[in-house]
């Protein structure tokens, strides 16, 4: 439908213009909404004649150019003229030259890959396997995540986790060299290349450091209460952006297990994030989590 698709022109070799079609994602759809500054919803709520009328009267006319990204004939971005775009396999080819021996964290559905990419971005997760240590019966390794989006969905990055391996957990935290180097798509984002490159050779390089830090700040957590009681808890939990139910969750299932410690907290806070349907939010929310184990310091 017209409401789902977007004009353009192409030239040829002999210099001619050509009218071109193409048909828009959820993620463009949704960003020439915001730029015509109207409705989603009641743009698809109506008919296509109306749905183009409404672009024609709202679209911006300053005559800045626009930048689409095209896969075939489906338009996967928009974007103003200063949106610089890093773009995947430049970061993946970074992973493969510097990260040589780093495993994927465990099996996806599509093999073991410890890749997520989709639509709008792309997630990398990898261990160290000469890594691991075991602190009171549980077994954890370093690693780091890599995040980026070709289509602006959110800016290029990495940072480093510790994969707890008997549920999976993603714990976000490192008190040695904190690696978290993120860039917005703009004119200096590809000095990001750089440092994600520096960031994975100092993992490595630090390894022992990072560890004996671990595994002595995951000691502490194990032994100091986050609160004295549910309520304590909870009000910290929510200083730090942790959504109320999955607080109340996590509250409720680390009481099972005696005192409600850093870690007990920490702990189930990563067990229902492993749950989350879209690794972005998973991700974010593991950001938050891990910032707990500072009060263990």
């Known amino acids: 439908m017209l409401r789902r698709g ?13 009218d071109l079609a193409f048909q828009m994602n959820d993620w463009s759809f949704g960003q020439l909404c915001r730029l015509a500054k109207v409705n989603r919803e009641t743009v698809n709520r109506v008919s296509a004649d109306t749905a183009t009328r409404i672009f024609q009267e709202t679209l911006p006319r ?17 974007h ?9 396999s430049e970061l993946l080819e ?3 030259d510097t990260a040589k021996g780093f495993e994927p964290t465990q099996q996806g559905l599509l093999g073991k890959t ?30 780091f995540f890599l995040w980026n989006s ?28 904190v690696t978290e180097v993120s860039r917005k798509h703009t004119t200096n984002v590809r000095s990001a290349l750089s440092d994600i490159r520096h960031s994975i050779r100092e993992l490595v390089a630090r390894r022992d450091a990072r560890r004996d830090h671990f595994v002595s700040t995951i000691r502490s957590a194990m032994r ?24 109340k969750e996590a509250v409720e299932l680390a009481s099972r297990n005696g005192r409600l410690t850093i870690f007990s ?22 950001q938050k989590i891990g910032s707990l184990l500072n009060l263990a310091v």
């Open 114 to 143: 410890g890749l997520y990419c989709g639509e709008q971005d792309m997630f990398v997760f990898l261990i160290d396997p000469l890594g691991w240590t075991e602190i009171d019966g549980e077994a954890f390794a370093p690693g």
């Open 94 to 96: 970074i992973v493969q």
């Open 265 to 286: 907290v920490v702990d189930a806070l990563t067990r229902l994030t492993g749950i989350v349907r879209w690794i972005g939010d998973r991700t974010e929310l593991d």
């Open 62 to 78: 300053s005559g800045k150019p626009l930048q689409l990204l095209t896969a075939g004939d489906s338009v996967r971005a928009i």
């Open 80 to 88: 103003g003229a200063s949106y610089t775009r890093l773009y995947n």
């Open 150 to 177: 070709e289509v602006g969905r959110r800016r290029v990055g990495i940072e480093t986790f510790w994969f707890q391996a008997v549920c999976a957990n993603h714990i976000v935290w490192d008190a040695v060299d």
């Open 224 to 247: 100091r209460t986050l609160g004295d009681d549910a309520d304590a808890v909870l009000n910290k939990l929510a200083q730090r952006g942790i959504p109320r139910k999955m607080a």
């Open 6 to 18: 977007v004009a353009g022109m192409r030239q040829d070799g002999a210099g001619r213009s050509h």
